[in-house]
């Protein structure tokens, strides 16, 4: 028993390490109701002619702060999104047990944006004006090395723009 407390707590500390280490911005919101912060977004990308990109993770996720980033650090990047995208970060713990209207409100978001939670951290969920999923995209896809792949996410935000799905007029 005292060894499995021990690795524990080894684990729990090598991860507050590793974060600290990392000096990433804590961009998820853990207080806000998911559901009212997607149904916000989404009414703004109805104002603006944008999609919604709804990146589900936490502020315990590497990979999640690593993304959200990435994305702002490039000009290129950052210009495609504002451009096309209301960009939100969802917060989402599976290790947290929730009770409650917390547990309600997370039951709801997931099935909201269709269950993503199969792919893995960070999961981004693509939403037309209408709030209809038209894509899931798995992050293991975009990643390469200890970072993202520009390329990659280039053409994920290109391939889910409003011109790309809705035909590009030229």
């Known amino acids: 028993m005292k060894k499995i407390l021990a690795l524990a707590l080894f684990a729990l500390l090598s991860c507050g390490i590793s974060y600290a280490q990392s000096g990433l911005p804590r961009v998820y919101n853990e207080e ?9 977004a989404l009414a703004t990308s109805a104002k603006e002619g944008k999609f919604v990109i709804a990146q589900l993770g936490g502020n ?4 999640c702060l690593k993304f959200a980033d990435f994305i ?3 000009g290129e990047i950052k210009k495609m999104v504002e451009e096309n995208f209301v960009y939100i970060h969802v917060n ?3 290790r947290k047990k929730l009770e409650g209207v917390q ?3 997370t039951q709801k978001m997931l099935r909201r944006l269709g269950n993503p939670v199969r792919f893995g951290f960070p999961v981004f969920v693509v939403l037309d004006a209408k709030g209809k999923v ?4 798995d992050s293991n896809y975009l990643e ?5 792949n520009k390329k990659k996410v280039m053409s994920f935000f290109k391939n889910w723009s409003p011109n790309a799905v809705k035909g590009a007029k030229l």
């Open 32 to 40: 806000i109701n998911p559901v009212e912060q997607i149904e916000k």
């Open 60 to 63: 315990w996720c590497p990979w």
């Open 72 to 74: 702002t650090k490039d």
């Open 92 to 94: 989402y713990n599976p």
């Open 103 to 105: 547990k309600e409100q």
């Open 134 to 137: 038209l894509h899931t995209q």
């Open 144 to 148: 390469e090395g200890e970072s993202y």
